[in-house]
């Protein structure tokens, strides 16, 4: 007698496979809600609006900033080449501005000032904010009312500054020429002496504008790791020598980008010989924007001042293009 064997072979029906669909035919018969084919329209529609809110502030963004920065540098442009008074209608004269305007040994000599005060207020300007900001560093006690203190003359309105140093170099009772007679020395006429004048310049933009370069020099050392400091004093070094191999190389980037917008900044003086010299003594303060104030508001030629303001303009571009092609770079 032949025993049959209890458990299923597989040829029994029990272990015949069940018949499934492929994975693909799965995915095709139930389409993801996620995939871009498969969103619903109600979920495309309010993509769509929110995109075309997103664009509609970028737009205004645009114009708003192509109307108020962009329109009135190409419009400079194009009086640059125009005769444009008060007195006729704009006539275009070419490259003739531009020939007149080099011509004028008034612009060769507002140049040059400006780049004499440029010169004076890079050295002042630029190692004042940075000893400052290396002291203040150095300070455990009171280090927030000497940043505040220094800071202060950049929340004064410019034309308050203005007033309160031409009393300092008032010849008769100024602040300056009285200090000098309590030490029994001549005084001197600060604002009148074409030695004198552009220096006293300097030392009131020097004054007036210190404050922010000090904030940014404090915030560069404050990131500097103390490692650094902590290993040159092991070897012994000195506080020159780690002012010299530790502070200036970790803030070099830092230096070399306050130097450029400070250059910018410096060939664009224009309120400190406007209010204290109006260009004077015998222009030798006249820099080229007041000069430019000069040939629209004084001589009536807007064509000169425009033309003068894309050399201005070129100039100035040079050096933010080494700006920006400094901060690529680091980035």
Known sequence: MTVQPLTPTP??????????????ARKDAAPSASAPGGASPAR????????????????????????????????????????????????WVGWDNFRRLFEDPLFVTAWRN????TLLALVFGFAAPFFTAVVLNELRHG?????????????????????LWRWFYDPGPGLFNNALELVHLPAQQWLESEN???????????????????LIY???LGGIPGELYEAAEIDGASIRRRLWHVTLPQMRFILMITLLLQVIGTMQVFI???????????????????????????????????????????VLGTFAAVY???TRTKG
Request: aromatic share 14%; hydrophobic share 50%.
């Open 218 to 220: 404090l915030a560069a």
């Open 11 to 24: 040829d029994s029906p029990r272990h015949k496979p069940v018949p499934t669909a492929p994975p693909t």
């Open 272 to 314: 400190e010989p406007y209010v204290l010299t109006g260009g004077g003594p015998d222009d030798a303060t006249v820099t080229v924007l007041l000069l430019l104030y000069r040939y629209a508001f004084i001589y009536n030629d807007f064509g000169m001042a425009s033309a003068m303001s894309t050399v201005l303009f070129v």
């Open 143 to 163: 280090r927030a009312y000497l940043r505040m203190t220094v800071y202060l003359p950049v929340m004064l309105p410019p034309i308050v500054t203005m007033l």
């Open 114 to 117: 400006t780049g004499y005060f």
């Open 44 to 91: 495309r529609r309010r993509r769509i609006r929110e995109n075309l809110v997103a664009y509609a502030f970028l737009t205004a963004g645009v114009l708003c900033f192509a109307l108020f920065s962009w329109y009135p540098i190409v419009r400079g442009w194009l009086l640059g080449f125009q005769q444009v008074t008060f007195a006729r209608p704009a006539e």
């Open 324 to 326: 920006l092609r400094l």
């Open 196 to 214: 004198l004048a552009m220096v006293s310049l300097v030392l009131v933009s020097t004054w007036a504008n210190m404050g922010t370069t000090t």
